[in-house]
């Protein structure tokens, strides 16, 4: 005790001020006798509280033992009255007291757990953050583009409304009416079936264009590109409006209106059908990626979750990496922990992206064999530095700065394929190219 007296130095500090900052170097070994410590941890920019140091109590530990920067930034609550003793100091107490070093690595596990226990449920966090704003990025454009056609269309069928009513009162024999009906539903079963190349149908446009034109149409533009989406031609159009060339009447023209109008609205609800559609898929892909409504443990398709994973991450995909497949689809499905396979292919492709700097090729390939499934995902980024190859798998460990990485991506990774799966992980990198490997274990049905 009087060894430690003599090196001990007195540390004072006042309300807010701060002790260590999170990334700075390990100090020492902190005695708080009197007073109350904050400590928080940077996550995406923000600083969030995980704990408190009350007097008495010792703190500082970690990074002295594990060599690691100060995981927290430790602030005082309170005035604050602590004793610090040196790194090499501590060290050489605790290699020389049984006793003392003992209660040091009970204290030191308990700070670990709650720390890893905080950091788990941040990184849980982030990952649905991730998720979640793909999810938003993806839903936006459908969303836009049914709320629009729900907008437009109540317009377009009033319109269609007058120019019937409009239409009727000519009492138009019923040979004529059918011609431009037969046109109108030719025109809907080309749309909804997309039976024009954009070639043929640009070429289209641009003669269908010139004979409004000649017509006396004004905005004919507005006319001609869906009247060439229906699959139109000029011929049909003279034969239809051979009878109202000489009409002094809205009529002259009504008729080209009214299929132009037919058209428009089959292509809003063909349009909006398909946002509908994608915002179906997207929720249908959220929902099976979390594997709501179902029990803990699943037969889970592998190929299934790898998909789910990528539709939510397509917004960071689409902008200029290239995924390429290469699946076993005789992979039977596998007796997994759904939720926690598909935090393992997320943790991987988001590594994957990071990796690559959003340019670059991402392979994923399945195979199975003796009994297990192997799942391989390959980047082509700058890969891992040898240096730190033996520790991307430590908890805390991370190479990107202060409050964007954990540490814990890869060890929950680890983690689920090893403990949770009793898989093995495994992985071989160079410039240009990483791959990480999963085998896990196959549940045949009926084997």
């Known amino acids: 005790m009087e060894w430690v007296c003599d090196r001990a130095q007195t540390v004072e500090l006042g309300v807010g001020e701060v002790l260590t900052h999170e990334g700075d170097p390990g100090r020492g070994l902190f005695i708080l006798v009197k007073g109350k410590m904050n400590l928080t941890r940077r996550s995406e920019g ?64 308990r700070h670990l757990r709650g720390l890893e226990s905080f950091i788990r449920g941040r990184e849980k966090m982030a990952a649905l953050g991730t998720l979640a704003a793909g999810l938003a990025h993806e839903l936006n454009n459908p969303a836009s583009a049914l709320v629009r056609t729900l907008e437009e269309m109540p317009a377009a069928i009033l319109e269609l409304q007058r120019m019937n009513l409009v239409y009727g009162q000519r009492n138009v024999d019923q040979d004529h009416t059918q011609n431009w009906l037969g046109v109108r539903d030719l025109g809907y079963d080309t749309i909804l079936n997309n039976r024009l190349d954009p070639v043929t149908l640009s070429d289209r446009e641009t003669v269908l264009l010139e004979w409004l034109e000649d017509y006396g149409v004004k905005q004919a533009w507005k006319l001609a590109e869906p009247l060439a989406e229906g699959g139109v031609e000029v011929e049909t159009l003279d034969q239809l409006m051979e009878r109202w060339r000489n009409d002094n009447t809205e009529l002259r023209e009504m008729g080209l209106h009214w299929l132009s109008l037919s058209f428009e609205v089959i292509s809003m609800i063909k349009h909006g059908l398909r946002g509908a559609e994608k915002i179906s898929e997207l929720v249908q892909a959220m929902k099976s990626y979390t594997y709501l409504d179902q029990g803990i443990q699943q037969e889970v398709n592998v190929h299934q979750g790898l998909e789910d994973t990528l539709r939510l991450f397509a917004y960071q995909l689409k902008c200029g990496i290239q995924v390429q497949r290469n699946y076993d689809r005789h992979i039977p499905k596998i007796l997994a922990y759904g939720s926690e396979l598909n935090q393992l292919w997320t943790n991987l492709i988001d590594n994957a992206i990071d990796a690559m700097d959003g340019k670059g090729l991402l392979e994923i390939t399945t195979h199975h064999c003796d009994r297990f499934a192997y799942i391989d995902i390959i980047d082509s980024g700058s890969g891992i530095p040898p240096e730190i190859k033996t520790r991307i798998f430590e908890p805390f460990f991370t190479t990107k700065s202060v409050g964007r990485g954990s540490g814990l991506g890869l060890e929950t990774v680890r983690r689920i394929v090893e403990n949770r799966h009793h898989g093995t992980l495994s992985f071989e990198s160079r410039p240009g190219r990483t791959c990480f490997t999963i085998r896990l274990p196959l549940s045949i049905q009926g084997g």
Do not use: W
């Open 46 to 109: 923000v600083e969030i509280p995980i704990g408190q140091h009350e007097a008495p109590s010792f703190f500082g530990e970690i990074p002295v033992l594990t060599d690691e920067p100060v995981p927290v930034t430790v602030r005082a609550l309170t005035n604050c009255h602590l004793y610090e003793i040196r790194a090499e100091d501590f060290r050489k107490l605790l290699h020389e007291s049984r006793d003392f070093e003992r209660m040091v690595f009970r204290i030191m596990e």
